[in-house]
């Protein structure tokens, strides 16, 4: 039940669903899981804004803090997992 409660998914999930509960909003858990679990592309997605960010109706500034925010969620999910990973072959041994 410990291991649950410290995924990352199940403390965002409680986060944004306080937060949805406070301010009413049902789709909010929802957008956040979905987030972590596509992080990746976000990540992807917020590089080409940044690298084709002269064309695009968004301020450039913009495409860069998107990239630095997924960048910093992408890397703490990456090393989440790795932590995760390391946890198990250290039990499997």
Same mark, same amino acid.
């Given at each position: 039940?410990?291991?649950?409660l410290?995924?990352p ?6 986060? &944004? ?5 406070v &301010?009413?909003?049902? &789709? ?14 976000? &990540?992807y ?49």
């Amino acid at each position: 039940m410990s291991e649950l409660l410290k995924n990352p998914a199940t403390i965002v999930s409680g986060l &944004f669903a306080t937060i949805a509960a406070v &301010f009413n909003i049902p &789709f909010v858990d929802g957008l956040a899981l979905y987030a972590w679990s596509n992080i990746n592309q976000l &990540f992807y997605i917020s590089s080409l804004l940044v690298t084709v960010g002269e064309r695009l109706p968004i301020p450039m500034e913009w495409g860069t803090q998107a990239l630095v925010i997924t960048g910093v969620v992408l890397l703490v999910k990456l090393l989440w997992d790795a932590g995760n990973d390391l946890d198990d072959a250290v039990d499997d041994s």
